[in-house]
């Protein structure tokens, strides 16, 4: 399984952005997809994930309310709405197989929220 970020960028505070993970490949389908992000010199922070199946999504607190996980077919999204600067780092997308306890990882994207 691949997975490809799209759709960060610079945007002001208060602003939306909507990120996307498109995955391919072969293999089992993942259970579960979840997104995290690192700031600089801050280590990585799971902020949201979905169940493939059942579509039960779970979020920090710090981006619960503004950010929202979502999937179909073989795409997750994370709509960011009132983005704040502290939203800025790189976020990655991750696929899990529970079965086989295996994670898949995208490159990651950046977001950079201005004051």
């Known amino acids: 399984v691949q997975l490809v970020e799209s759709g960060g960028g610079l945007v002001r505070a208060g602003d939306s952005l909507r990120l996307s993970c498109a995955a391919s490949?072969?293999?089992?389908?993942?259970?579960?997809a979840r997104w995290y992000r690192q700031a600089p010199g801050k280590q990585r922070e799971l902020i949201a994930g979905?169940?493939?199946?059942?579509?039960n999504t779970n979020y920090t607190n710090s981006v619960r309310g503004r950010f929202t996980i979502s999937r179909s077919n073989n795409m997750v999204y994370l709509q960011m709405n009132s983005l704040k600067p502290e939203d800025t780092a790189v976020y990655f997308c991750?696929?899990?197989?529970?079965?086989?306890?295996?994670?898949?990882w995208g490159q990651g994207t950046q977001v950079t929220v201005s004051p």
């Open positions: 979905i169940t493939i199946g059942g579509g």
């Open positions: 490949g072969t293999g089992p389908k993942p259970d579960v």
């Open positions: 991750m696929a899990k197989d529970l079965a086989l306890q295996t994670e898949y």
